[in-house]
């Protein structure tokens, strides 16, 4: 396995929610490469979970021209601890605190092009609170979906982005493996 050394590192472009970076790049062997990514904050995703149904919110991605559905969730506010970020998107974008907050893992969605890592929540024992939504997130909208119908979306890819049904999926093979496992079922008895 080769490693680098980061010989130069320069910012090409500073957004709001991402930068671009440079690295000029020296292996032991003292070959040069050059790597360019997305900087970004990590992030957080917190499912909550009531009774059989999960909630989801649902946006309109300029990017991809339509409404996905999508792992409530955000990035983590600079000197924030990511369960501190997880409590806080789940009250922005659900209206919900929470009594159980459980850290499913980690998942890095794009190694080769960003170097951010989502910190993954299942949030259960919900409670409403007073709406605190961002104000740049106005078109959120949250649905509840039955955690049986989320394991159908799941299997026909509806509108879920990859990242988003990867973690759906985690969440429902270690917290609610039967769900899937009578999904699969379904699915063969109809074929």
């Known amino acids: 396995m080769i490693h680098y050394t980061v010989v130069k ?12 970076v440079h690295e000029a790049l020296r292996s032991e062997e003292g070959a040069d490469a050059d790597f360019t990514y997305l900087d970004k904050p990590n992030a957080v995703a917190v499912l909550p979970i009531a009774c059989d149904s ?5 946006q309109y991605r300029h990017v991809v021209g339509s409404s996905l559905l999508e792992v409530p969730g955000g990035r983590i506010e600079s000197g924030e601890q990511p369960e501190a970020a997880a409590h806080r ?3 922005e974008e659900c209206s919900f605190s929470c ?3 459980l850290h499913v893992g980690t998942v890095v969605p794009m190694p080769s092009v960003t170097n951010e890592i989502i910190h993954v929540f299942l949030a259960r024992s919900l409670r409403p609170v007073a709406a ?5 997130e106005d078109s959120i909208c949250v649905r509840k979906v039955e955690l049986a119908r989320l394991a159908s979306l799941l299997r026909e890819g509806s509108r879920i982005p990859p990242v988003d049904g990867f973690i759906l999926y985690r ?3 270690n917290y609610y493996p039967n769900l899937l496992e ?3 079922e379904r699915k063969s008895s109809n074929e």
């Open 132 to 136: 605190h939504p961002d104000p740049s």
């Open 182 to 184: 009578s999904s699969l």
């Open 171 to 173: 969440i429902l093979v």
């Open 89 to 91: 998107e789940l009250a």
């Open 9 to 20: 590192k320069e910012t090409l472009l500073k957004t709001p929610r991402f930068s671009v």
């Open 99 to 101: 009594g159980e907050l």
């Open 54 to 58: 999960a909630y989801l919110v649902e």
